[in-house]
């Protein structure tokens, strides 16, 4: 029975019936784009919620609701991601922009369900009872401005260690404090404990990096992680200033400076 928590998927067709593949590589990309956004919003690479299939109309156009489970001693997040989810697929519709909690991979499968929208289903809307998005053309095209095009250099990134996992390729997840988006960091084993002891913590990533059409580091290769301290952490000017010796020795400022450019 769906509920004030469902998040619904419509799947509308060129006619009485649905093409049963575009159907399961819609159903596949929309639950891979829900686990994706529990993740980051849970900062848990395993995710915390179990999606379940509450409702289904099979004729065109197809209604699919979900509903999340909380997993044993997780908090309830399902509603955060319907919230999410249509959010984010609303933004891409409207202009190149990812909201903060679209990732890399949430960017991936939300442009493989605009493509099937484009080769197989007349719409695909997604709904919760409070709000909907609809994925158009536009959104495969806005996800291309900011995917594809993409230069790499040196560079680095500034902002909280959330998520580590090493399946499929060692992947930690860093928050850029420019950007305020996640960022997928590819790294090396020998830096595998390093990225362990800096889960939690302000850091700086440095390494070749994919920098899209916006200029906005969208992955690292981390050649290495230097821990950052906090805003917190940091001195204050006035403890500061009590470590630095008088090096004017008793001079006025302009007038020390003036006695440098003599010397």
């Known amino acids: 029975m769906a509920t004030e928590d469902t998040i619904f998927l419509t799947l509308g067709g060129y006619g009485e019936l649905l093409s049963a593949s575009a159907f399961t590589q819609a159903l596949q990309a929309f639950l891979g784009l829900l686990?994706?956004?529990d993740a980051t919003l849970s900062h848990d690479r395993h995710g915390t919620v179990d999606w379940e299939i509450v409702m289904?109309?099979?004729?065109s156009p197809a209604r699919i609701g979900f509903i999340g489970k909380p997993r044993p001693k997780k908090q309830d997040i399902s509603r955060d991601?319907?919230?999410e989810c249509v959010r984010g697929v609303r933004l891409l519709g409207e202009k190149a922009e990812r909201g903060p909690t679209y990732s890399d991979a949430a960017l991936s499968k939300t442009q493989r369900l605009a493509h099937l929208r484009e080769k197989a289903f007349s719409t695909i809307d997604i709904q919760t009872p409070n709000d909907e998005a609809r994925v158009t053309l536009e959104v495969y095209q806005n996800i291309d401005v900011l995917t594809k095009g993409t230069e790499e250099e040196e560079a680095?990134?500034?902002?909280n260690l959330d998520s580590i996992t090493i399946h499929r390729g060692n992947e930690f997840r860093v928050?850029?404090?420019r950007t305020k988006k996640a960022v997928r960091c590819m790294f090396r084993q020998d830096l595998l404990e390093k990225a362990k002891n800096s889960l939690g913590k302000r850091v700086m990533v440095i390494g070749m990096s994919r920098i899209n059409r916006l200029g906005q580091?969208?992955?690292v290769d981390a050649a290495d992680i230097e821990t950052y301290p906090s805003d917190a952490e940091l001195p204050t000017i006035k403890q500061m200033s009590g470590s630095i010796e008088n090096i004017t020795a008793g001079m006025p400022l302009r007038e020390y400076i003036k006695h440098l450019r003599d010397e």
């Open 35 to 37: 686990e994706d956004l």
């Open 56 to 59: 289904l109309s099979k004729s």
């Open 175 to 177: 928050w850029d404090e």
């Open 217 to 219: 580091v969208i992955r």
């Open 156 to 159: 680095s990134i500034v902002g």
């Open 81 to 83: 991601i319907g919230i």
